[in-house]
């Protein structure tokens, strides 16, 4: 039984992350913090979490975190860089749902970011917490910086064909679909229902920050520069990310059966990403509320360009489930412990 | 570890049963019947069930279903009540989801499901499923007839104060609102997204089957034949069920404070009624997908009349989970095992 | 042609009068403020507008409006009656789509909107713009208060029948629903996508502002104080309110086709009041985007309870479609002018 | 005046054509044909028509249809082709909203479409009803084929570029989104709001009958054979497309603000072409309900990749609405007569 932390726990990825972790057996939940909700029960903010937790939000404070085993930051881009080196000073894991450690160039981080990082020495040791990448470097990390949804969803619809050299690196696109849970638990215009109900459209077309975490990722596998156009959208949903990927088949003579079988045998051990079977379309309420992430290929008309289609939850695979895979992993748990749960349907 | 069956696994409430069991200890699901799909694996139909579940779909057997423990039907009216018997002579006990023994009195039944009942000589023994009243003859039971979703949110709203005999049992009013789910999953018009979506409408305003179930058992409560008005509506969302019930004090030295006390000890035992503080407004969402019931009281202007909000997953403990509760019943398991999910936020 | 001016253009009702009268030809849109927005052009904010409307929103200015012949007001409750009584001594007429000069009783609106009344002096000389009601009031008018959107769906369900003294007054019971644009284009969390989508609940349970509003109609036209247990609810859906009324007939001998006849001859020369055949169920999309009520009448079980379904556009009937035939009244326009749109189906 | 039939009124094309025909004012509706509701009021079935309407559906028969000046068919494909030849004959004018008379090649069209083309001799006459590219051949026009909608929204987006040939004919990519009224109004599983709603998937990505339209148009633009890759995909909502198009621009010396001139160039005189600022991102709800397309331009991260985005209604600019538009070209009407509803905000 570990002592666990939650920094920021009002937003939509520290909710689902208390969703969790509330029945995760490793797991007591020590502290959630929230400055706005301190003093409240954390029950009385999610009735959907009575009877299973037992917490009063409380004001951030490192040494009450510094007493758990492990501390998640579920806070807007900005604030894990200001405590993490303390926590882990303390002997405290540190898993990071915000993108302060996501990118290894600091410089990078800024250009996107819009503020200079606040600790840039802890970039290179930080983990970014793809298991299906990075597994051996997590189980021995102190600091994972866990994914963004929509690199999540991309990076593994891309990674096989790059590892293999499959495809045509200098020209991939990245159609992304996600429901509006995505922009987080924050009073805005934008996201209120009668301004994304009914209604669909794409946004930051011209770049969007999770473009140099996926090229990061897709440079690695490909052990290349890679060119990525990436456009992500808005469904009039609450949850789900939808990755259309399209690629050019480097050498015609592999044919999309050989494919599928790459990608079987890619994810064949992995607990959390699921190949369907050829020509599928997989539909994101199918992982709504799992860890999972399915994926089915196309080539169509038999053509030159290939088609992949790759969906999670945002806010599970996207976020709160990834972090969990990663705490199981970082503490010897099973990997999937806590993680059972599957999508509703309807 | 029993054997289960499910008759009818294709509707909502057959794979809401799969979500459920398939994660459950005790079970292992054995047989699925579905007559159109025989021969396909569930999975396959069902791909948010992928990796829990080995089973195909086959035609409906009585042999095969007689080796089971249990048998869910998950059917439309009047199928159950063609099988049962058979079922229950090979000492299988029978959990039925459809209306087919949910009315004590035949001639009732016939008039609201427009059809001879093929079985009356088992509606004395049925048990009506709702632990919350019958928790000692469900343990014995053979047979039970798992209530309907609106059934169950108006009697569990209605009941702490029938039984003690707090209101005017003449004018009672149930204006309750459904997902579509409810409608089941049937190639219908009625039920398109194009017909439901951004849309809201009362309907069979007039008189809705659930009525004489609901009078039934209200009239039980009361010990008095109650006068009920119930009006339906569609909500164009997928899951939940909120009724918001009305009711004239009749001692008006009752305060709301009395009542919720009255409400809280009622349910103290009850592991899925929740009664939230004082003046609260549950939401669907936060029982989506799961088993509970979440009840506030409000008394507005401190007037004579009272306010019930009572809110439920029409699927599971409008359906498949209340059939699981009543199945953990009859076998001896823990009343809640296997329904311990979270509703998800957001 | 008339000039027309519009206080608080970048809100729900704003917006709408703007597509409303951007089509009205009788009128020129002058001036349209926007605090906030000063400086932009009103279809940059609003595109479905380009191409109708070539305005740019101006901070509010009292000179600026005085040259209009009528200004609405589409502001939060407290700003319409700090600036009214200069426009009309200015001779600009006025149409206030918000609270302020609704009550005839400025205590009792002290009492529910938390704020002194500014100018109670115009209280008794501002019209109730319910245009069924006060149709030769309104024509004369110069200060018209436009009704609330759910004291237009309860009022124009209860009237006929109040009018006639067919029902109990002291058990009314108005259980509404609305589309979450009824709370306004305000950055909230409440009314986010992610917190109202696929949930429904109760709100205001206990009391809402729109009860004594309600009231002071229902009691001048049952010449009598009513007694009203009014419950809102919020729909995941952007627009539509759906009323459904209950009241105990209080003449056992008047049948359900008396009362249909009643009401169809009640609103026979109403072009916005649309009484449905007996036993229909108004469905709110069917009057999306228009300015119709749409309303139907069920008896159930032939007993003594009255069920009225009444459905309206929230910002149409609701809001700025009915300040439009407000408008049209006061400047001897067709009463229907501007206001032909039909719903979308689907 | 001219009279107006429409074969298969009581689909979502049909309903459509009716709402915006209703108020047209050289229109009068005199023939709406339904087998299923021969014998209905057309307001009965469609409520938000009541008032504006006063035909009965009547059995299709040709007699009654030749009296009309033109016929709308909209109708599901395989119906057009076997009735408008007779129609032709008695000089009445056809308005194909199907896909009968959409390819030129017969052989094509029986591949994509799986049965023989009953009538290939009228291919060759019939005019593809785009009015941006063949408004005069339109006007002359006795048989019109009405384009589709994923055909509208891409080609319109694509057009300026190829007429330039100024991008990679070899590369197309479409992205497409839909909603679910393009799959019409069938009792059918897979559009449910329960199998539709809160979630979001691709379909047909392997090949999808509009591929060959869309070509069809693109290489006539391009005079060249262009290699497009098309992806359909599902939006929980009702109406609306938003098509995503990823194009090489071949000649990097020109610049975004070229090519966006270009397209204002292109499309300056077309009524219904709406050419938004650089860098804007068109929103579906802004076109709802009118006959509107309106197109976004931007360049990520100043790349070789050009992203189009292309926004209609799939009812209105996607079907309908263009049918009316070629109607009022074919009888020298102005070509936005019946067409200036403004879409819905919120």
Redesign the interface.
Known sequence: MIQTGIVGGTG?TG??LL?IL??HKEVEIKVVTSRTDAGTRVDAL???????IDVVFSAPDVDALADCDVVFFATPNGTAMQIAKALLEHGVKVIDLSADFRLTDAEEWTKWYGMEHACPELLAEAVYGLPEVNRDAIKKARLVANPGCYPTSVQLGFLPLLEQGLIDVN?L?A?V?S???G?G?????A?????????????S???HRH?PEITQGLNAAAKNKV?L???P?L??????I?A?L?A?ISHNKTSLDEIQALFEQRYADELFV?V?PI????????????NKC?IAL????G?N?L?I?S?IDNLVKGAAGQAVQNMNLMFGFPEDQGL???????
């Open positions: 939509y909710v689902e969703r509330a029945l999610y009735p959907n979490l009575r009877g299973v020209h696109i159609d679909k429901g509006v849970s922009a638990r924050k009073a805005e215009l996201t209120l229902m009668s301004e994304t109900g009914e209604s669909f459209k794409a946004y077309a011209s770049g473009l060119g156009t990436f456009v959208h469904v009039p949903m609450i949850r789900g939808h259309t399209y050019q699921d369907l020509n599928s379309h997989p539909d994101t309420r199918n992982v709504k509320g799992s399915q196309h080539q169509p008309q053509g360009t088609v289609l969906v059972h749960t599957l999508a509703l349907y309807p």
